[in-house]
């Protein structure tokens, strides 16, 4: 079955630095792939789309890339500040991409000290 | 203007009741979904409605139905309410199948007790 993992439950760094998420992927081949972020009592919003065919998309401070040989996303936040500390979710759709169900990941949740 | 709203935000019920979330969107988009979040925080599709139909029902129990009475609303009615479906639940549109990003509204945490 398909199976998504984002290894690490916590990340904390320090303000300024790039905070890298990993989400991983089983027996799966996705059109596309999504982040959100969560913050608490709230619900999920979403940040960034990157299609299968695509290696790599920015906005603003964020980057994400998708490579589906080792079927896993990284998503990077740079020049971090304390107001990025949310929960991010890896989002991917359950068929594949056609109807737009979407499987989320555990999430991690990061956290930026000043 | 709030995009996705649900009511209530807050449920408090008690087992073998039923009960209603409500949901409505003013984007215009054609796709609305209902999402379970339990407390281990997994995040789980429970329905899709594309233009008032059901286009897919993930395996939950038959004690929840969906209710669309129009493009803009989705409701989730459940029955004989157990202490296992305590949880929050999302609601949440898209303006079409497929590659589109999804609303979520603000979530209904439901306590059965």
């Known amino acids: 079955s398909q199976k998504i993992e984002q290894n690490s439950e916590a990340l904390n760094i320090q303000e300024g630095k790039t905070a890298t998420l990993t989400c991983n992927y089983t027996?799966?081949?996705?059109?596309?792939l999504q982040w959100y972020r969560q913050d608490p009592g709230r619900g999920p919003v979403f940040l960034l789309l990157i299609r299968e065919n695509e290696k790599e998309k920015r906005k603003e401070r964020l980057k994400v890339t998708f490579d589906t040989t080792l079927k896993q996303s990284l998503f990077h936040i740079t020049a971090s500040q304390p107001a990025d500390s949310a929960t991010y979710l890896c989002?991917?759709?359950?068929?594949?991409?056609?109807?737009?169900?979407?499987?989320f990941g555990k999430g991690t949740k990061l956290s930026v000290k000043p | 203007d709030t995009a996705v709203s649900q009511t209530p935000k807050y449920l408090v019920t008690q087992m073998g009741n039923d009960k209603s979330i409500k949901c409505e969107q003013n984007?215009?988009?054609?796709?609305m979904y209902w999402y379970k979040q339990d407390s281990k925080k997994f995040l789980k599709i429970m329905f899709s409605?594309?233009?008032?139909?059901?286009?897919i029902n993930e395996t939950v129990p038959n004690r929840f139905s969906p209710k669309s009475p129009d493009k803009a609303h989705l409701n989730l009615h459940i029955n004989s309410l157990e202490l296992g479906d305590s949880a929050v639940y999302f609601c949440?549109?898209?303006?079409?199948?497929?590659?589109?990003?999804?609303?979520f509204g603000q979530g209904t945490r439901l306590t059965v007790v």
């Open positions: 949440a549109s898209s303006q079409g199948q497929g590659a589109w990003e999804a609303f």
């Open positions: 409605y594309n233009n008032k139909e059901l286009i």
């Open positions: 989002a991917l759709p359950t068929d594949g991409g056609s109807q737009g169900n979407l499987i």
């Open positions: 027996n799966y081949s996705p059109a596309y």
């Open positions: 984007l215009g988009h054609d796709t």
